[in-house]
């Protein structure tokens, strides 16, 4: 069954419904946007509104790089980045590029639900691998590598979609040995890697790019605005040549160019870093004011791990709740969530539930957590 997602962001009013995984109206900068794309178009050059390069504009790839250095913590090269119009797009095309029409790719389970639909349109098959606590298991990983030999293994490393979790520095090193000893590409969706709100998380795969095993997919869509589609692929030189090569890149240039261009200015005149602070802040806030509520509401009825990143609660239930099957009585009373089965490549995950704080404040999730409670009794 293939899942849809609504864009506008905007709710029935009076609706909470946390399936919704957007930021709300007042975290997304439109003064920001402005000022950058101001500062853009007074000093553009006709040949700016060209198609652009195809790994991207140097001088945007160069911005980026500082601006990953000082994300993440470790020297990053422009010479690793090739420009992407967001991870939705990157996936798209990395199963173009890594993978052919019938090849295998391991998921992670659960994973971001919309993924499995972009690989399947790719005619690529799908097999799951659990998480924990601890991110990916790799002694799952060891096991289904014995019978299948995938394309790439697609990780959610850090805040992932939807059990909130990051996985060890330790097991990522083990997930890279084992892609080199096995020969598969592991493409990390590293969406939420600079959304942490308590403490730092594991260095990020793009950090690991030079391996010719590993991608690593970063957004704006996230930290900045989903509607820039915008965002960057992180790789050895050898798999950026190999991206550059697809015929989409090759007809059309550099992905989003404008876009990257305005983007540009919002990483130089260092506005784009103040905003993530300050989304950083109100995450912060909104992760606090949901763990509190289902502390309150929820306690001895569902098990979660509060996240320190990113926009989920994944929560479990007793194996006789079936979240799926409480979705319209949530509609009844002006609430919503995701039913855990979608993010399962399997249709499992039934007594699973999983809830955005992102887009509603701190008295609409006390309302909204208070709301979902009965449906429970
Ligand atoms: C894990 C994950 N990957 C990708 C996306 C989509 O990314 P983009 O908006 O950059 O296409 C999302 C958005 O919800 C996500 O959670």
């Keep these: 069954m293939?899942?849809?997602?609504?864009?506008?962001?905007?709710?029935?009013?009076?609706?909470?419904?946390?399936?919704?995984?957007?930021?709300?109206?007042?975290?997304?900068?439109?003064?920001?946007?402005?000022e950058a794309s101001a500062a853009f178009f007074d000093e553009a050059q006709p040949f700016e509104l060209n198609y652009g390069v195809v790994h991207g504009d140097k001088g945007f790839l160069q911005s980026l790089a500082g601006f990953l250095s000082r994300g993440y913590g470790s020297e990053t090269s422009s010479e690793e980045l090739f420009v992407s119009g967001g991870n939705s797009q990157a996936l798209d095309m990395v199963s173009v590029v890594f993978a052919d029409p019938g090849d295998t790719v391991f998921v992670e389970e659960p994973s971001y639900f919309l993924a499995f639909q972009i690989f399947r349109d790719h005619g690529l098959n799908?097999?799951?691998?659990?998480?924990?606590?601890?991110?990916?298991?790799?002694?799952?990983?060891?096991?289904?590598?014995?019978?299948?030999?995938?394309?790439?293994?697609?990780?959610?490393?850090?805040?992932?979609?939807?059990?909130?979790?990051?996985?060890?520095?330790?097991?990522?090193?083990?997930?890279v040995e084992l892609a080199q000893q096995h020969d598969f590409l592991i493409v990390a969706d590293e969406v939420y890697q600079l959304l942490y709100y308590f403490e730092n998380p594991p260095a990020a795969y793009g950090s690991m790019a030079a391996s010719d095993h590993?991608?690593?997919?970063?957004?704006?869509?996230?930290?900045?605005?989903?509607?820039?589609?915008?965002?960057?692929?992180?790789?050895s030189p050898r798999l950026r040549v190999r991206l550059a090569a697809s015929g989409f890149i090759n007809s059309g240039g550099s992905i989003n160019h404008i876009s990257s261009l305005i983007t540009r200015k919002a990483i130089d005149n260092g506005s784009l870093e103040s905003h993530i602070d300050a989304l950083k802040v109100a995450y912060r806030s909104r992760v606090e004011a949901m763990d509190e509520a289902l502390r309150e509401h929820f306690d001895g009825i569902a098990v979660w791990t509060r996240p320190n990143g990113g926009y989920f609660f994944w929560l479990r239930f007793d194996e006789s709740v079936e979240t799926a099957l409480l979705l319209d009585e949530a509609r009844k009373v002006e609430a919503g969530f995701q039913a855990g089965n979608v993010f399962s490549s399997t249709g499992g995950l039934r007594n699973f539930m999983r809830l955005s704080f992102a887009h509603y404040n701190e008295h609409d999730i006390r309302e909204g957590v208070a709301r979902i409670r009965p449906l429970f009794d």
């Design 126 to 175: 799908i097999v799951g691998i659990p998480v924990d606590d601890n991110g990916l298991c790799v002694e799952s990983l060891k096991k289904a590598l014995q019978t299948h030999s995938p394309a790439f293994l697609y990780t959610i490393p850090s805040y992932h979609n939807p059990s909130g979790q990051c996985t060890t520095e330790s097991r990522r090193a083990e997930i």
């Design 214 to 235: 590993v991608v690593s997919l970063g957004s704006f869509a996230k930290i900045l605005a989903p509607g820039m589609r915008l965002g960057w692929i992180q790789s």
């Design 2 to 34: 293939s899942q849809t997602v609504a864009f506008d962001g905007a709710p029935p009013p009076g609706t909470i419904n946390f399936g919704i995984g957007q930021p709300s109206a007042d975290l997304l900068p439109v003064e920001l946007v402005r």
